[in-house]
C-alpha cells in the first residue's frame, strides 16, 4: 500500500487548505483513515479520523469546526479540508491507514494502530 499526500503549501492566517491522500495498492474500502500533523519540534498528532465507509468520523479538539475529513471510495481518496487556519496550525501532515473491520472512527486515532504511512506534506502559515 502507498499512500501519496498533496495539497500542502503557504497560505495566511484565516485561509484555507485541501489536502489529498491518494491510497494504492490495496483495498482502499478496508481502511479507516487518518491524518495526523507534526509541527517542527514537537510530537506528532491526531488531527482528524474517518472509518471505512466514511459514515463516521472523528477529530481531535483543535480541529473541531475547522476541519472537516472526507473520503472518496470510488477515487480510494481521503481528503482534510482546513479552513480558518491559524498560526499554530503550521506542520507536515501526514495520511495514515488503519486496516479495520468496523464503521466507528473514533477507533483509529491512535498512531499505533497505523498500518501504512504517507510521507506527508507541508503547511506553512504566515501571520
Known amino acids: 500500500v502507498q499512500l501519496v499526500e498533496s495539497g500542502g503549501g503557504f497560505v495566511q492566517t484565516g485561509d484555507s487548505l485541501r489536502l489529498s491522500c491518494a491510497f494504492a495498492?490495496?483495498?482502499?474500502?478496508?481502511?479507516?483513515m487518518a491524518w495526523f500533523r507534526q509541527a517542527e519540534g514537537k510530537e506528532r498528532e491526531f488531527v482528524s479520523s474517518?472509518?471505512?465507509?466514511?459514515?463516521?468520523?472523528y477529530y481531535a479538539d483543535f480541529a473541531k469546526g475547522r476541519f472537516t475529513i472526507s473520503r472518496d471510495n470510488a477515487k480510494n481518496t481521503v481528503y482534510l479540508q482546513l479552513r480558518r487556519l491559524k498560526p499554530e496550525d503550521p506542520a507536515v501532515y501526514y495520511c495514515?491507514?488503519?486496516?479495520?473491520?468496523?464503521?466507528?472512527?473514533?477507533?483509529?486515532?491512535?498512531?499505533?494502530?497505523?498500518?501504512?504511512w504517507g510521507k506527508g506534506t507541508l503547511v506553512t502559515v504566515s501571520s
Open positions: 474517518i472509518s471505512v465507509s466514511g459514515a463516521t468520523t
Open positions: 495498492g490495496g483495498t482502499f474500502s478496508s481502511y479507516a
Open positions: 495514515a491507514a488503519d486496516l479495520s473491520s468496523h464503521d466507528y472512527a473514533h477507533t483509529s486515532s491512535q498512531a499505533s494502530t497505523m498500518v501504512y
